[in-house]
């Protein structure tokens, strides 16, 4: 049981070019979320989806794009990378219900120069 | 608009002794919050929860303290371990049940 699953662990972009960070979870959760952590900043909500075919914009979706074709799968794509999207990124799954807590992947780290 | 803060980035405890970590809020209309915490190169895990119904939850060591009047959450780590040492982060849904907002985070220290 693998829970949720983010690939890969670390990437580096040049300015422009594009790439899909993956993420993965065998937890069978209808909600999935990608969130970016900076220094100082804390955890910021990008993109969601509360299951297959249904996404929704977060606090800072600009740059990036999302889709849900699976319960499995919700991958952020970056069409055009530039240095601000440098961060850390989260991918993060919770069951329905109030106060179900989020489970969190162990990350990707992105940097763009 | 920063809805959940943490106005301290950092705090070091002597091992065996109480932490305390501090969470303030803007939104009345939050009904639960949650605690995280984030080792390095890990994913944040869950720690504790409390609904706005409750003034405290407990789980071992570590409690949760609910002040709904000054909109103030804290956790307490008692005693507190050096496995501890890590980034704490307060949550809460913002804007819809889906759209959890995050504090910035405290880095906790725990000296042996």
Redo the contacts between chains.
């Keep these: 049981n693998a829970g ?1 699953t983010q690939t890969p662990k670390f990437q580096v972009l040049k300015t422009g070019q594009s790439m899909t960070l993956q993420c993965a979870q065998d937890m069978n959760h209808e ?1 999935m ?1 990608w ?1 970016r952590q900076d220094p ?6 990008i993109h ?1 989806s ?1 299951g297959a075919g249904i996404t ?1 914009q ?2 800072v979706p600009n740059g990036y794009n999302v889709s849900r074709s699976t319960t499995e799968d919700f991958p952020l794509r970056l069409l055009s990378a530039a240095p601000s999207q440098t961060s850390v990124y ?1 991918c ?1 799954t919770r069951r329905e219900g ?2 179900s ?7 990707t780290r992105l940097t763009v120069t | 608009d920063q809805q959940v803060k ?1 106005n301290s ?1 950092s705090l070091s405890v002597q091992e065996g002794r109480i932490s305390i970590l501090n969470c303030d809020y803007t939104n009345s209309m939050f ?2 919050f ?1 605690w ?1 915490k984030k080792y390095p ?6 720690l504790i ?1 409390i ?1 706005s119904i409750k003034d405290k939850n407990e789980d071992g060591r570590f409690t949760v303290f609910l002040n709904k009047s000054a909109k103030h959450l804290s956790l307490h780590i008692v005693p507190s371990q050096p496995g501890d040492s890590a980034v704490y ?1 307060c ?1 809460a849904p913002g804007g819809g ?9 405290t880095r906790l220290k725990v000296l042996a």
Excluded: C, W
């Design positions: 949720v909600y979320s969130y100082g900043m804390g955890l910021r909500l969601y509360v929704d977060g606090e989260f993060a109030k106060g807590p989020l489970h969190f992947g162990n990350g | 943490q980035p009904d639960y949650l995280y190169a890990e994913g944040p895990t869950f929860s609904s982060f949550a049940t889906y759209k959890y907002i995050f504090g910035t985070g």
